[in-house]
């Protein structure tokens, strides 16, 4: 069974600051997806990223990055030069091949300017 | 249209009364997914459409939630006899694809119907 877990409930930083979220899943199957999402006020779930299991290669696109290790089973997303745009809740996910998405309980995320 | 529409957008209901929310996925897209989000947590699954077939209803949490998709197209999410536990924001999403045939899982969720039941 899959399970996705974002310890850090809350983080409030300050405008610029860099800040990284924490995700760690875990799963049985050898493919898999992972992403993560970003939930603003709005409330729609806007996609930021997927990684399948057979690409540790990490990413970077524009102020994101993407850390994927599979030693350590984690997913750590990092904003780097926050922005107060950036504030809101995120979510990290995990998809095995042929199944559903199982959604970590989320990280809220606040800049302040 | 461009994204996947949800409707109401909010929905007030009084604790017995059914209730009925709407799906407008991207069209042409295959599959359907509807997931419920608490407050304060993630989404969880509860039903898959592929086309107009309803090939997963495991995460459906009791036998007054019912879902249909007749045409393949549009869905709708209904609740009998709402409880106050099914407070909550109701996600849909649609991909372009069955889910498990492929390796594009490309996924577009709606702005969500939050319900609150009183």
């Known amino acids: 069974a899959q399970k996705v877990t974002q310890a850090q409930t809350e983080i409030s930083v300050v405008e610029k600051e860099d800040v990284t979220l924490d995700c760690v899943y875990e799963?049985?199957?050898?493919?898999?997806?992972l992403f993560w999402y970003k939930q603003p006020p709005s409330g729609e779930l806007v996609f930021l990223i997927r990684r399948n299991s057979f690409d540790e290669q990490n990413e970077i696109s524009g102020r994101y990055s993407w850390n994927f290790q599979k030693s350590t089973s984690s997913f750590n997303f990092t904003i780097t030069a926050s922005q107060v745009v950036d504030s809101a809740v995120y979510f990290c996910?995990?998809?095995?091949?042929?199944?559903?998405?199982?959604f970590g309980p989320g990280t809220r995320l606040s800049v302040l300017p | 249209g461009a994204g996947v529409s949800q409707s109401p957008r909010y929905k007030v209901a009084k604790r017995g009364q059914d209730v009925a929310l709407r799906c407008d996925p991207i069209?042409?897209?295959?599959?359907l997914f509807w997931y419920q989000q608490a407050l304060g947590q993630g989404p969880e699954f509860l039903t898959y459409f592929q086309n107009e077939a309803q090939l997963d209803k495991s995460g459906l949490p009791s036998d007054r939630f019912f879902a249909e998709r007749p045409e393949g197209s549009v869905s709708t999410l209904k609740i009998q006899r709402t409880q106050q536990e099914d407070s909550a924001v109701y996600l849909c999403?649609?991909?372009?694809?069955?889910?498990?045939?492929?390796?594009?899982?490309?996924?577009?969720f709606g702005s969500g119907t939050r319900l609150t039941v009183v």
């Open positions: 996910a995990s998809l095995e091949y042929g199944q559903n998405f199982v």
């Open positions: 069209s042409g897209h295959v599959s």
């Open positions: 799963t049985r199957d050898t493919t898999y997806y």
């Open positions: 999403a649609s991909s372009l694809i069955g889910r498990g045939q492929g390796s594009d899982y490309g996924y577009t």
